[in-house]
């Protein structure tokens, strides 16, 4: 029996952080069909794993412990697989940088798919856009991070903090042209961490895994239909 079990949609947006971590991490987890997800979803609070609106969820079949919410996930599997920094400085900077991630999930989907983009719209929202992947840049560069070496905390190996961005941006980057050229002219340095921790033979697989998988899928739905329009 595998030693996690996730309830995420199948496409690699929040959840490919969970997926990663664990990839990285060396564990087994399983995934559930959409069915599940949208039974457990519909049941009372007190009959669910964990109280929760909507996934991820991550059960640890190991300590029978159910946890929701991207970012407390990721904080988790983080101590859980001994990647997090030692310092509790180290351990609040991951935590924003996961913060952060889920926040441009959210702007880039326009809150879920709220509104849908317009040409107008995606106009005034890529400065906005780069602003973000500057904020990555230079949360790394302040701990040593160069186009060619380092990690964003100034760790001697990747931990939560660069395994969740470099999903953020590769993932990204890989399914929208004109976002790939955004980060590239914005920053090299985020580009290239993107680059050299993707490349890691786990996160790797989980990238082909993917696109296997999921094929050209990003968030889904009607706003992922929008957003193609603009930067597609």
Avoid at 74 to 97: C, H, N, Q, S, V
Avoid at 200 to 214: G, V
Wanted: aromatic content about 10%; hydrophobic content about 40%.
């Amino acid at each position: 029996m595998n030693s996690f079990e996730l309830y995420y949609w199948p496409v690699p947006f929040r959840g490919q952080f969970i997926r990663g971590i664990l990839a990285y991490g060396g564990s087994s987890w399983d995934e559930h069909p959409v069915d599940e997800i949208e039974e457990i979803m519909g049941r009372e609070p007190g009959k669910q794993p964990v109280a929760f609106m909507g996934p991820p969820v991550l059960i640890d079949r190991e300590r029978r412990f159910a946890i929701s919410q991207m970012p407390a996930i990721a904080i988790y599997l983080g101590e859980r697989l001994d990647l997090l920094p030692k310092t509790f400085e180290g351990r609040a900077l991951t935590a924003k940088l996961v913060n952060d991630a889920n926040d441009v999930l959210d702007e880039l989907t326009l809150d879920g798919g709220r509104e849908m983009w317009t040409p107008e719209k995606w106009e005034k929202f890529v400065p906005r856009l780069q602003k973000w992947v500057r904020i990555f840049e230079n949360n790394g560069t302040r701990n040593g991070l160069r186009a060619d070496t380092g990690f964003l905390l100034g760790t001697e190996s990747p931990g939560v903090a660069d395994i969740v961005t470099a999903i953020l941006w590769g993932t990204m980057a890989d399914r929208f042209p004109t976002i790939r050229q955004i980060i590239d002219d914005t920053s090299p340095v985020i580009q290239s961490l993107a680059t050299r921790v993707n490349g890691m033979t786990p996160l790797e697989d989980l990238s082909r895994r993917s696109f296997e998988d999921y094929g050209e899928a990003y968030c889904g739905g009607e706003i992922e239909i929008s957003l193609r329009k603009v930067a597609g």
